[in-house]
């Protein structure tokens, strides 16, 4: 039985596939029930036995998806196998019994072939697209994530400058406010010992040093010694 025209399943995602199928089968008679054969079916009988043949591979094949019969051809033979032999012992019955039964050469009309050529086409390239963008945000989401610890090393190295500024600038204030500490005892400890008590000795001996500090001013200081002898100092 060749070029049987059936329609497949399509499953969830898809509507079914017409297309035609090659199948091979033999049977026998039922050796004891031959009269009550030509009784019921006369010489007609070969006929219905194909009639219910064909029906009852296309009924079937209305559950059988179409890759099914290349990625499980065995299974769909015998799922075909079962549904003719249930079909030949509906009443009134045939008479007979199946036994070789064979799914044969498929033959798909070049049009449904265009149609499967363009859908996997479609798919693969629906499959690239998404595969790009897919592509595309990882690259935007690592972009954004560089640029999120760029930013945290940069706002880090500023805190870390700024402390660290901070920390200098305390410790020259430090520094400055014990060097002045310092200068104030040595000039009082001066002031006790050259016997400076006054606050107009006090004045004018803190404006003879800020005279001498300035780096622009030559100063000439005279004053008696313990030997009563007269001497300059200049600066």
Do not use: C
Not at 54 to 80: C, G, L, M, P, W
Request: no cysteine.
């Amino acid at each position: 039985m060749n070029e049987l025209d059936i329609f497949s399943s399509g499953g969830e995602e898809s509507v079914g596939l017409s297309f035609q199928l090659d199948v091979s089968f033999t049977y026998f008679i039922i050796e004891e029930e031959i009269p009550q054969l030509h009784t019921d079916l006369a010489r007609t009988y070969d006929k219905v036995v194909l009639s219910r043949t064909v029906d009852a591979i296309k009924n079937s094949a209305t559950s059988v998806t179409f890759v099914d019969y290349f990625q499980s051809r065995e299974d769909v033979e015998i799922q075909f196998r079962q549904a003719v032999v249930d079909r030949w012992n509906e009443p009134p019955s045939l008479h007979v019994q199946l036994d070789q039964f064979h799914v044969g050469r498929i033959r798909i009309p070049q049009s449904v072939a265009d149609k499967q050529l363009q859908a996997k086409i479609q798919v693969e390239t629906n499959d690239k697209e998404k595969s790009l963008q897919d592509a595309r945000v990882e690259r935007e989401k690592t972009d954004v994530e560089v640029n999120t610890i760029n930013l945290r090393k940069e706002k880090l190295l500023l805190e870390t400058r700024a402390e660290a500024d901070l920390i200098t600038a305390n410790a020259r204030a430090r520094s400055e406010q014990i060097k002045a500490n310092a200068v104030n005892i040595g000039l009082k400890d001066l002031l006790t010992g050259v016997g400076i008590s006054t606050q107009d000795e006090t004045i004018g001996m803190q404006y003879i040093r800020t005279l001498r500090d300035r780096g622009n001013l030559d100063l000439t200081v005279s004053y008696l010694s313990d030997a009563n002898i007269v001497k300059t100092i200049s600066n």
